[in-house]
């Protein structure tokens, strides 16, 4: 079965910065996206970016643009997002997944496997 394994959170102050990396086994898709979503509590889970790993394509929420990015090594079956300018809005359990396609989407209906999490704390 296919195995997401995010890494990467921890607790840092408003300004730093974290990169996540979600690593993604055991599955036999040619052409998929990876996605980065995140649930604060009491929130619904939104989606934060995603990347079409063989297009490159990428999108991001409007709240996080010009401070995340996202990037793969294909090599390794990695995606990382690059979370710069953290702000304590940005605190949640940050999610990867993964679906079958070319097009980058943040519809999380679409996204067929999951990570555990990663929780991200940013304090004021």
């Known amino acids: 079965e296919v195995q997401l394994v995010e890494s990467g959170g921890g607790l840092v102050q408003a300004g730093g910065s974290l990169r996540l990396s979600c690593t993604a086994s055991e599955f036999t898709f040619v052409d998929y996206v990876i996605g980065w979503f995140r649930q604060a509590p009491g929130k619904e889970r939104e989606g934060v970016s995603s990347i079409s790993i063989r297009t490159g394509l990428t999108n991001y929420a409007d709240s996080v643009k010009g401070r995340f990015t996202i990037s793969s090594d294909n090599a390794k079956n990695t995606v990382y997002l690059q979370m710069n300018s953290l702000q304590p809005e940005d605190t949640a359990v940050y999610y990867c997944?993964?679906?079958?396609?070319?097009?980058?989407?943040?519809?999380?209906?679409?996204?067929?496997?999951w990570g555990q999490g990663t929780q991200v704390t940013v304090s004021s």
């Open positions: 997944a993964i679906m079958r396609g070319y097009l980058p989407t943040m519809g999380f209906y679409e996204y067929e496997y």
